[in-house]
């Protein structure tokens, strides 16, 4: 199985804040890449899928990168409403993997 | 607009067995693979099994094999998750997904806790 490693686990950052949360793929999943973001019982929400492309009705503040194996979600400006945790998954073979998530917390 | 219902949760004895359902609507059921999604107290979300549109092509992940069996019915846009020799491990939420981009709609999950 494809190990999907993110990075930091968590974060403390403050409103207008640039957030960077990396994803590191064990073996190359092309693009098949995704980036959730879930809050504290709700189930996850898509934010991006194929690396770069914005699920409808997603802030432009999200944005992805990356290739092969090396990932990232970036949030420009953070809002209060982007505190939550964020998790990466990988959709190139099966079994799906999702990385062990992103806390990002206020500062 | 996408609506999924899982439902068929509960607390369970190890070695007992659940089934779950997933109610969709909003969306043609059966032009999509349907996927569960588990995801355990404290922890990231862990994919469970997928089942194409027309029962053909499944997958399940290593730690269900054997034991769990995915199924559908595009008559009553309803898939299943039959859990048989449940293990502590087991306990989690347990989530239907619609394979759009990626996974683009879940549901509210329902609760399954192992126990003895």
């Known amino acids: 199985a494809i190990q999907m490693t993110q990075s930091p686990s968590s974060l403390a950052a403050s409103v207008g804040d640039r957030v960077t949360i990396t994803c590191r793929a064990s073996?190359?999943?092309?693009?098949?890449l995704g980036w959730y973001q879930q809050k504290p019982g709700k189930a996850p929400k898509l934010l991006i899928y194929?690396?770069?492309a914005l699920e409808d009705g997603v802030p432009s503040r999200f944005s992805g990168s990356g290739s092969g194996t090396d990932f990232t979600l970036t949030i420009t400006s953070l809002q209060p409403e982007d505190f939550a945790t964020y998790y990466c998954?990988?959709?190139?073979?099966?079994?799906?993997?999702f990385g062990q998530g992103t806390k990002v917390e206020v500062k | 607009e996408v609506h999924l219902a899982e439902s068929g949760g509960g607390l369970v004895h190890p070695g007992r067995s659940l089934r779950l359902s997933c109610a969709a609507s909003?969306?043609?059921?059966?032009?999509?693979?349907m996927h569960w999604v588990r995801q355990a107290p404290g922890r990231g979300p862990e994919w469970v099994s997928d089942i194409s549109w027309d029962s053909q092509t499944i997958h399940y992940a290593d730690s269900v094999k054997g034991r769990f069996t995915i199924s559908r019915d595009n008559a009553k846009n309803t898939v299943y998750l039959q859990m048989n020799s449940l293990r502590h491990e087991d306990t989690a939420l347990y989530y239907c997904?619609?394979?759009?981009?990626?996974?683009?709609?879940w549901g509210l999950g329902t609760l399954v806790s192992v126990s003895s």
């Open positions: 998954v990988q959709d190139y073979s099966y079994p799906w993997t």
């Open positions: 997904a619609k394979e759009g981009k990626i996974l683009d709609h």
């Open positions: 909003g969306f043609i059921f059966d032009d999509f693979v």
């Open positions: 073996q190359g999943v092309r693009t098949d």
């Open positions: 194929t690396v770069t």
